[in-house]
Protein backbone atom coordinates (compact mmCIF):
# COMPACT_ATOMS: atom_id res chain seq x y z
CA UNK A 1 0.00 0.00 0.00
CA UNK A 2 1.29 3.40 -0.89
CA UNK A 3 2.34 5.61 1.51
CA UNK A 4 -0.33 8.89 2.33
CA UNK A 5 0.38 11.98 0.94
CA UNK A 6 0.62 15.54 2.46
CA UNK A 7 1.01 18.02 0.38
CA UNK A 8 2.14 21.50 1.61
CA UNK A 9 0.82 24.44 -0.23
CA UNK A 10 0.63 28.32 0.00
CA UNK A 11 1.35 31.63 -1.15
CA UNK A 12 5.50 32.45 -1.46
CA UNK A 13 7.19 33.33 1.52
CA UNK A 14 4.87 32.08 3.73
CA UNK A 15 7.73 29.06 5.66
CA UNK A 16 6.18 26.05 3.36
CA UNK A 17 9.75 24.81 3.10
CA UNK A 18 10.61 25.37 6.82
CA UNK A 19 7.92 23.22 8.28
CA UNK A 20 8.75 20.85 5.19
CA UNK A 21 12.52 20.96 7.06
CA UNK A 22 11.09 20.26 10.43
CA UNK A 23 8.53 17.33 9.66
CA UNK A 24 11.75 15.79 7.09
CA UNK A 25 14.14 15.97 10.05
CA UNK A 26 16.66 17.23 7.80
CA UNK A 27 17.42 20.14 5.19
CA UNK A 28 16.24 19.05 2.08
CA UNK A 29 14.02 21.90 0.96
CA UNK A 30 16.03 25.49 0.38
CA UNK A 31 15.08 27.75 2.73
CA UNK A 32 15.76 31.80 1.77
CA UNK A 33 13.92 35.00 2.36
CA UNK A 34 13.35 35.20 -1.44
CA UNK A 35 10.20 34.21 -2.63
CA UNK A 36 10.30 31.38 -5.43
CA UNK A 37 13.15 29.92 -4.30
CA UNK A 38 11.30 26.45 -4.18
CA UNK A 39 9.93 25.93 -7.53
CA UNK A 40 9.62 21.84 -7.68
CA UNK A 41 7.75 19.73 -6.01
CA UNK A 42 9.69 18.13 -3.32
CA UNK A 43 9.49 14.85 -1.46
CA UNK A 44 10.17 13.58 1.22
CA UNK A 45 9.60 10.52 4.36
CA UNK A 46 8.34 11.04 7.54
CA UNK A 47 6.36 9.61 10.34
CA UNK A 48 4.41 10.25 13.04
CA UNK A 49 2.18 8.13 16.04
CA UNK A 50 3.18 5.07 14.10
CA UNK A 51 2.02 6.41 10.42
CA UNK A 52 4.01 6.45 7.73
CA UNK A 53 3.85 9.45 4.98
CA UNK A 54 5.17 10.99 2.23
CA UNK A 55 5.22 14.68 2.11
CA UNK A 56 5.64 17.25 -0.57
CA UNK A 57 6.71 20.85 -0.82
CA UNK A 58 5.70 23.11 -3.52
CA UNK A 59 6.35 26.53 -4.85
CA UNK A 60 4.59 29.27 -3.77
CA UNK A 61 1.05 29.89 -5.28
CA UNK A 62 0.55 33.08 -6.89
CA UNK A 63 -3.20 33.21 -8.26
CA UNK A 64 -2.81 35.90 -11.06
CA UNK A 65 -0.03 36.08 -12.15
CA UNK A 66 1.62 36.10 -16.03
CA UNK A 67 4.79 35.65 -14.59
CA UNK A 68 6.64 32.50 -16.39
CA UNK A 69 8.22 30.83 -13.49
CA UNK A 70 5.41 31.57 -11.27
CA UNK A 71 2.93 29.86 -13.63
CA UNK A 72 4.68 26.86 -13.75
CA UNK A 73 4.50 26.82 -9.80
CA UNK A 74 1.24 27.56 -9.50
CA UNK A 75 0.76 24.23 -12.06
CA UNK A 76 3.28 22.26 -9.61
CA UNK A 77 1.15 22.95 -6.52
CA UNK A 78 -1.95 21.63 -8.02
CA UNK A 79 -0.12 18.44 -9.70
CA UNK A 80 0.57 18.21 -5.71
CA UNK A 81 -3.32 19.30 -4.89
CA UNK A 82 -4.24 16.47 -6.93
CA UNK A 83 -2.03 14.28 -5.73
CA UNK A 84 -2.05 14.13 -2.12
CA UNK A 85 -4.29 12.57 0.03
CA UNK A 86 -3.96 15.72 3.15
CA UNK A 87 -3.54 19.27 1.74
CA UNK A 88 -1.61 21.35 4.76
CA UNK A 89 -2.27 24.79 3.69
CA UNK A 90 0.66 26.98 5.15
CA UNK A 91 -0.69 30.84 5.98
CA UNK A 92 1.33 33.92 7.67
CA UNK A 93 0.23 35.53 11.27
CA UNK A 94 2.28 38.71 10.31
CA UNK A 95 0.14 39.55 6.92
CA UNK A 96 -2.77 38.12 7.82
CA UNK A 97 -5.18 36.78 5.52
CA UNK A 98 -4.24 38.45 2.00
CA UNK A 99 -6.29 38.00 -1.30
CA UNK A 100 -3.76 35.57 -2.73
CA UNK A 101 -5.08 33.17 0.73
CA UNK A 102 -8.90 33.59 -0.28
CA UNK A 103 -8.15 32.18 -3.81
CA UNK A 104 -5.89 29.99 -2.57
CA UNK A 105 -8.77 28.68 0.25
CA UNK A 106 -11.31 28.74 -2.58
CA UNK A 107 -9.16 26.25 -4.64
CA UNK A 108 -8.65 23.93 -2.09
CA UNK A 109 -12.32 24.14 -1.40
CA UNK A 110 -13.35 22.95 -5.10
CA UNK A 111 -10.73 20.12 -5.04
CA UNK A 112 -12.81 18.18 -2.54
CA UNK A 113 -9.50 17.33 -0.31
CA UNK A 114 -9.24 17.38 3.28
CA UNK A 115 -7.44 20.40 4.08
CA UNK A 116 -5.48 21.41 7.66
CA UNK A 117 -4.94 25.08 7.96
CA UNK A 118 -1.99 26.08 9.60
CA UNK A 119 -1.36 29.66 10.57
CA UNK A 120 2.74 30.19 11.11
CA UNK A 121 5.36 32.63 12.39
CA UNK A 122 3.10 32.28 15.99
CA UNK A 123 6.89 32.32 17.29
CA UNK A 124 6.35 33.85 21.05
CA UNK A 125 5.04 31.91 23.38
CA UNK A 126 2.52 32.71 26.34
CA UNK A 127 -1.39 33.80 25.45
CA UNK A 128 -2.26 33.01 21.91
CA UNK A 129 -2.23 35.87 19.58
CA UNK A 130 -5.83 36.56 18.72
CA UNK A 131 -5.01 37.44 14.85
CA UNK A 132 -5.55 33.81 14.93
CA UNK A 133 -9.34 33.84 14.57
CA UNK A 134 -9.23 36.28 11.21
CA UNK A 135 -8.26 33.17 9.66
CA UNK A 136 -11.36 31.06 10.21
CA UNK A 137 -12.88 33.72 7.13
CA UNK A 138 -11.23 31.48 5.12
CA UNK A 139 -13.98 28.23 5.59
CA UNK A 140 -11.09 25.60 6.28
CA UNK A 141 -12.04 25.24 10.03
CA UNK A 142 -10.17 25.56 13.05
CA UNK A 143 -6.83 27.55 11.94
CA UNK A 144 -3.72 25.54 13.82
CA UNK A 145 -1.17 27.73 15.58
CA UNK A 146 2.59 26.58 14.36
CA UNK A 147 6.26 27.90 14.65
CA UNK A 148 7.56 26.14 12.10
CA UNK A 149 11.37 27.78 12.89
CA UNK A 150 10.88 26.49 16.17
CA UNK A 151 8.74 23.68 15.90
CA UNK A 152 5.95 24.95 17.92
CA UNK A 153 2.73 23.17 16.93
CA UNK A 154 4.41 20.99 14.31
CA UNK A 155 2.99 18.09 16.47
CA UNK A 156 -0.53 19.58 16.50
CA UNK A 157 -0.88 20.03 12.62
CA UNK A 158 0.91 16.30 12.40
CA UNK A 159 -1.92 14.93 14.30
CA UNK A 160 -4.44 16.54 12.58
CA UNK A 161 -3.19 15.11 9.09
CA UNK A 162 -3.45 11.99 10.92
CA UNK A 163 -6.75 11.95 11.30
CA UNK A 164 -7.52 11.87 7.22
CA UNK A 165 -4.76 9.50 6.06
CA UNK A 166 -6.68 6.34 4.39
CA UNK A 167 -7.18 3.70 6.65
CA UNK A 168 -4.49 0.81 7.33
CA UNK A 169 -4.37 -2.41 5.54
CA UNK A 170 -2.89 -5.41 5.73
CA UNK A 171 -1.09 -4.52 2.72
CA UNK A 172 2.56 -4.35 3.26
CA UNK A 173 4.32 -5.70 -0.07
CA UNK A 174 8.34 -3.93 -0.75
CA UNK A 175 8.90 -4.20 -4.39
CA UNK A 176 12.26 -3.47 -5.50
CA UNK A 177 12.61 0.31 -6.54
CA UNK A 178 15.82 1.42 -7.96
CA UNK A 179 16.44 5.20 -7.80
CA UNK A 180 17.47 6.43 -11.05
CA UNK A 181 19.57 10.05 -10.31
CA UNK A 182 18.83 12.18 -13.85
CA UNK A 183 22.42 14.04 -13.80
CA UNK A 184 24.08 16.45 -16.05
CA UNK A 185 24.93 20.37 -16.42
CA UNK A 186 22.25 23.17 -16.83
CA UNK A 187 19.91 22.66 -19.57
CA UNK A 188 20.92 19.42 -20.86
CA UNK A 189 17.49 17.84 -20.83
CA UNK A 190 17.09 16.05 -17.69
CA UNK A 191 14.02 17.62 -16.93
CA UNK A 192 12.34 17.54 -20.74
CA UNK A 193 13.49 13.49 -20.36
CA UNK A 194 11.21 13.12 -16.86
CA UNK A 195 8.89 15.20 -18.30
CA UNK A 196 8.24 12.66 -21.51
CA UNK A 197 8.79 9.55 -19.56
CA UNK A 198 5.75 10.67 -17.10
CA UNK A 199 3.55 12.08 -19.48
CA UNK A 200 3.01 15.36 -17.73
CA UNK A 201 4.79 18.64 -16.65
CA UNK A 202 6.29 16.82 -13.91
CA UNK A 203 9.40 19.49 -13.66
CA UNK A 204 9.49 22.80 -14.72
CA UNK A 205 10.82 23.03 -18.50
CA UNK A 206 12.31 26.21 -19.55
CA UNK A 207 14.75 27.78 -21.66
CA UNK A 208 16.04 29.36 -18.57
CA UNK A 209 18.90 27.69 -17.67
CA UNK A 210 19.26 26.17 -14.06
CA UNK A 211 15.09 26.23 -13.77
CA UNK A 212 15.04 23.08 -11.43
CA UNK A 213 17.18 24.16 -8.45
CA UNK A 214 15.70 21.11 -6.18
CA UNK A 215 16.40 17.58 -6.40
CA UNK A 216 13.18 16.06 -6.88
CA UNK A 217 11.78 12.50 -6.84
CA UNK A 218 8.56 11.22 -8.87
CA UNK A 219 7.85 7.55 -8.28
CA UNK A 220 6.85 6.12 -11.74
CA UNK A 221 6.24 2.55 -12.41
CA UNK A 222 5.35 0.70 -16.23
CA UNK A 223 6.12 -2.94 -17.40
CA UNK A 224 9.82 -3.42 -16.77
CA UNK A 225 9.34 -2.51 -12.49
CA UNK A 226 9.19 0.11 -10.34
CA UNK A 227 11.19 3.59 -10.30
CA UNK A 228 11.98 6.71 -8.43
CA UNK A 229 12.90 9.40 -11.02
CA UNK A 230 15.41 12.02 -9.26
CA UNK A 231 15.62 15.18 -11.30
CA UNK A 232 18.65 17.17 -10.06
CA UNK A 233 19.73 20.67 -10.69
CA UNK A 234 22.07 21.43 -13.40
CA UNK A 235 25.58 21.35 -11.93
CA UNK A 236 27.44 24.20 -12.77
CA UNK A 237 31.27 24.98 -12.27
CA UNK A 238 31.89 25.62 -9.09
CA UNK A 239 33.37 29.42 -9.77
CA UNK A 240 30.25 30.25 -11.84
CA UNK A 241 28.44 29.84 -8.32
CA UNK A 242 28.20 33.10 -7.01
CA UNK A 243 24.72 33.28 -4.61
CA UNK A 244 23.88 30.53 -1.67
CA UNK A 245 21.10 29.38 -3.55
CA UNK A 246 22.98 27.37 -6.24
CA UNK A 247 25.49 26.36 -3.99
CA UNK A 248 22.54 24.43 -2.31
CA UNK A 249 21.31 23.32 -5.43
CA UNK A 250 24.98 21.52 -6.44
CA UNK A 251 25.15 20.43 -3.14
CA UNK A 252 21.55 18.56 -3.67
CA UNK A 253 22.43 17.43 -6.56
CA UNK A 254 25.72 15.29 -5.40
CA UNK A 255 23.41 14.26 -2.57
CA UNK A 256 21.00 12.90 -5.22
CA UNK A 257 23.65 11.14 -6.17
CA UNK A 258 24.53 9.52 -3.27
CA UNK A 259 20.48 8.08 -2.84
CA UNK A 260 20.58 6.77 -6.34
CA UNK A 261 20.90 3.10 -7.12
CA UNK A 262 21.85 3.98 -10.96
CA UNK A 263 22.67 7.47 -12.74
CA UNK A 264 21.71 8.99 -16.31
CA UNK A 265 24.74 11.10 -17.26
CA UNK A 266 22.78 13.90 -19.73
CA UNK A 267 25.32 14.81 -22.47
CA UNK A 268 24.53 17.49 -24.81
CA UNK A 269 24.87 15.94 -28.29
CA UNK A 270 25.20 19.34 -30.41
CA UNK A 271 28.72 19.88 -27.28
CA UNK A 272 29.79 16.72 -27.17
CA UNK A 273 31.72 16.20 -23.93
CA UNK A 274 32.62 18.64 -21.69
CA UNK A 275 34.95 19.46 -19.24
CA UNK A 276 31.75 19.98 -17.33
CA UNK A 277 30.27 16.44 -18.28
CA UNK A 278 33.68 14.92 -17.39
CA UNK A 279 33.76 16.39 -13.70
CA UNK A 280 30.14 15.57 -13.14
CA UNK A 281 30.49 12.25 -14.26
CA UNK A 282 32.95 11.55 -12.18
CA UNK A 283 30.88 12.34 -9.44
CA UNK A 284 28.90 9.17 -9.96
CA UNK A 285 32.17 7.14 -10.54
CA UNK A 286 33.95 8.25 -7.27
CA UNK A 287 30.44 7.02 -5.73
CA UNK A 288 30.62 3.73 -7.13
CA UNK A 289 26.95 4.45 -9.11
CA UNK A 290 25.89 2.18 -11.73
CA UNK A 291 25.78 4.64 -14.82
CA UNK A 292 24.40 4.85 -18.29
CA UNK A 293 25.89 7.84 -20.50
CA UNK A 294 22.75 9.32 -22.19
CA UNK A 295 23.21 11.58 -25.26
CA UNK A 296 20.48 13.84 -25.52
CA UNK A 297 19.04 16.11 -28.35
CA UNK A 298 20.42 13.63 -31.30
CA UNK A 299 17.49 14.86 -33.18
CA UNK A 300 18.97 18.10 -33.48
CA UNK A 301 22.73 16.10 -35.06
CA UNK A 302 23.77 16.16 -38.74
CA UNK A 303 24.46 12.48 -39.08
CA UNK A 304 26.16 10.08 -42.16
CA UNK A 305 26.51 6.43 -41.63
CA UNK A 306 29.47 6.95 -38.64
CA UNK A 307 28.36 9.54 -36.67
CA UNK A 308 27.14 7.54 -33.69
CA UNK A 309 30.23 5.27 -33.96
CA UNK A 310 32.44 8.41 -33.65
CA UNK A 311 30.42 9.69 -30.80
CA UNK A 312 30.66 6.73 -28.76
CA UNK A 313 34.68 6.74 -29.17
CA UNK A 314 35.39 10.24 -28.14
CA UNK A 315 33.00 9.83 -25.52
CA UNK A 316 34.91 6.96 -24.61
CA UNK A 317 37.96 8.69 -24.97
CA UNK A 318 36.81 11.93 -23.09
CA UNK A 319 35.35 9.57 -19.92
CA UNK A 320 38.45 7.00 -20.35
CA UNK A 321 37.90 5.83 -16.25
CA UNK A 322 34.11 5.03 -17.03
CA UNK A 323 34.74 2.69 -20.35
CA UNK A 324 32.39 0.47 -18.95
CA UNK A 325 28.65 2.88 -18.78
CA UNK A 326 26.71 1.64 -21.76
CA UNK A 327 25.78 4.71 -24.04
CA UNK A 328 22.68 5.66 -25.34
CA UNK A 329 21.42 8.22 -27.82
CA UNK A 330 18.08 9.61 -27.65
CA UNK A 331 16.18 13.17 -28.30
CA UNK A 332 13.75 13.73 -25.20
CA UNK A 333 11.60 15.69 -27.20
CA UNK A 334 10.61 13.26 -29.62
CA UNK A 335 10.85 10.05 -27.70
CA UNK A 336 13.46 8.48 -29.51
CA UNK A 337 14.87 5.37 -27.88
CA UNK A 338 13.68 6.64 -24.38
CA UNK A 339 12.16 3.21 -23.74
CA UNK A 340 15.19 1.64 -24.09
CA UNK A 341 16.24 4.00 -21.09
CA UNK A 342 14.40 1.27 -18.57
CA UNK A 343 16.38 -1.70 -20.30
CA UNK A 344 19.33 -0.67 -19.91
CA UNK A 345 18.66 0.89 -15.96
CA UNK A 346 17.45 -2.44 -14.88
CA UNK A 347 20.61 -4.07 -16.33
CA UNK A 348 23.33 -1.91 -15.11
CA UNK A 349 21.51 -1.86 -12.08
CA UNK A 350 21.63 -5.82 -11.79
CA UNK A 351 25.04 -6.04 -12.92
CA UNK A 352 25.86 -3.30 -9.56
CA UNK A 353 24.06 -6.17 -7.18
CA UNK A 354 25.78 -8.88 -8.54
CA UNK A 355 27.61 -11.61 -6.23
CA UNK A 356 30.36 -13.96 -7.28
CA UNK A 357 31.59 -16.46 -5.36
CA UNK A 358 34.94 -16.88 -4.23
CA UNK A 359 35.52 -20.31 -5.73
CA UNK A 360 34.79 -18.74 -8.98
CA UNK A 361 36.83 -15.34 -8.40
CA UNK A 362 40.08 -17.52 -7.44
CA UNK A 363 39.62 -19.55 -10.75
CA UNK A 364 39.98 -16.18 -12.39
CA UNK A 365 42.98 -15.12 -9.96
CA UNK A 366 44.28 -18.16 -10.87
CA UNK A 367 43.88 -18.13 -14.68
CA UNK A 368 44.97 -14.20 -14.71
CA UNK A 369 48.44 -14.94 -13.24
CA UNK A 370 49.31 -17.80 -14.85
CA UNK A 371 49.13 -15.91 -17.86
CA UNK A 372 50.69 -12.53 -16.77
CA UNK A 373 53.56 -12.98 -13.75
CA UNK A 374 52.32 -11.02 -10.77
CA UNK A 375 55.33 -7.77 -10.57
CA UNK A 376 58.25 -7.80 -8.64
CA UNK A 377 60.67 -5.45 -6.86
CA UNK A 378 64.64 -6.14 -6.08
CA UNK A 379 63.77 -9.82 -6.26
CA UNK A 380 60.98 -10.17 -4.34
CA UNK A 381 58.17 -11.32 -6.11
CA UNK A 382 54.79 -10.24 -5.55
CA UNK A 383 52.27 -13.58 -4.23
CA UNK A 384 48.16 -13.15 -4.48
CA UNK A 385 47.11 -15.74 -2.02
CA UNK A 386 43.26 -15.28 -2.61
CA UNK A 387 40.34 -12.89 -3.40
CA UNK A 388 36.90 -12.21 -1.91
CA UNK A 389 33.78 -9.88 -2.57
CA UNK A 390 32.98 -8.19 0.67
CA UNK A 391 30.28 -6.12 -1.02
CA UNK A 392 27.84 -4.78 -3.95
CA UNK A 393 26.35 -1.37 -5.14
CA UNK A 394 29.73 -1.60 -6.71
CA UNK A 395 30.79 -5.14 -6.80
CA UNK A 396 33.52 -5.30 -4.37
CA UNK A 397 37.20 -7.22 -4.16
CA UNK A 398 39.56 -7.78 -2.04
CA UNK A 399 43.06 -9.57 -3.15
CA UNK A 400 45.17 -10.69 -0.26
CA UNK A 401 49.07 -10.67 -0.85
CA UNK A 402 52.26 -11.22 0.78
CA UNK A 403 53.38 -7.30 0.24
CA UNK A 404 50.87 -4.51 -0.75
CA UNK A 405 53.45 -2.25 -1.45
CA UNK A 406 54.54 -4.76 -4.87
CA UNK A 407 50.37 -4.57 -5.92
CA UNK A 408 51.51 -2.27 -8.93
CA UNK A 409 49.02 -0.16 -9.74
CA UNK A 410 48.80 -1.50 -13.43
CA UNK A 411 48.46 -5.06 -12.38
CA UNK A 412 45.28 -4.11 -10.11
CA UNK A 413 43.81 -2.43 -13.37
CA UNK A 414 44.68 -5.81 -15.20
CA UNK A 415 42.88 -8.01 -12.81
CA UNK A 416 39.83 -5.61 -12.66
CA UNK A 417 39.74 -6.02 -16.38
CA UNK A 418 39.98 -9.48 -16.20
CA UNK A 419 36.94 -10.16 -13.45
CA UNK A 420 34.78 -7.71 -16.35
CA UNK A 421 35.99 -9.52 -18.92
CA UNK A 422 34.42 -13.04 -17.31
CA UNK A 423 31.62 -11.55 -15.39
CA UNK A 424 30.46 -8.86 -17.16
CA UNK A 425 29.63 -6.02 -14.63
CA UNK A 426 28.79 -4.08 -17.53
CA UNK A 427 27.38 -0.29 -16.22
CA UNK A 428 29.18 -0.40 -12.71
CA UNK A 429 32.43 0.50 -11.63
CA UNK A 430 34.32 -2.22 -9.63
CA UNK A 431 36.39 -1.80 -6.46
CA UNK A 432 39.42 -3.61 -5.45
CA UNK A 433 41.09 -3.43 -2.78
CA UNK A 434 44.90 -5.04 -1.44
CA UNK A 435 45.77 -6.61 2.05
CA UNK A 436 48.55 -7.86 2.70
CA UNK A 437 48.97 -11.17 4.56
CA UNK A 438 47.93 -10.93 8.67
CA UNK A 439 45.25 -8.23 7.62
CA UNK A 440 42.51 -10.71 7.45
CA UNK A 441 41.29 -9.49 10.45
CA UNK A 442 41.56 -6.12 10.10
Known sequence: MAKPLIAIVGRPNVGKSALFNRIAGQRLSIVEDTPGVTRDRLYASGDWSGREF????????????????????????????????VILFVTDITTGVTAADQEIANMLLRSGKPVVLAVNKMDSVGPTNPDIYEFYSLGLGDPIALSAAHGHGTGDVLDACIQHFPAVTDEGEEEDVIHVAVIG????????????????????????????????????????????????????????????????????????????????IMIDAREGVTDQDTKIAGLAHEAGKASVIVVNKWDLVEKDSNTMDRMRQEIMKELSYMTYAPVLFISAKSGQRVERLFELIRYVDNQSAMRITTGMLNNVLSDATSRVQPPTDKGKRLKIYYMTQIGVRPPTFVCFCNDAALFHFSYQRYLENQIRNVFGLEGTPIRLYIRQKGDEDK
Open 54 to 85: SIVDTGGIEPTTDNEILLFMREQALLAIEMAD
Open 185 to 264: KPNVGKSSLINHILGENRVIVSDVAGTTRDAVDTLFENETGRYVLIDTAGIRRRSRIDDRIEKYSVLRSEMAIERADVCL
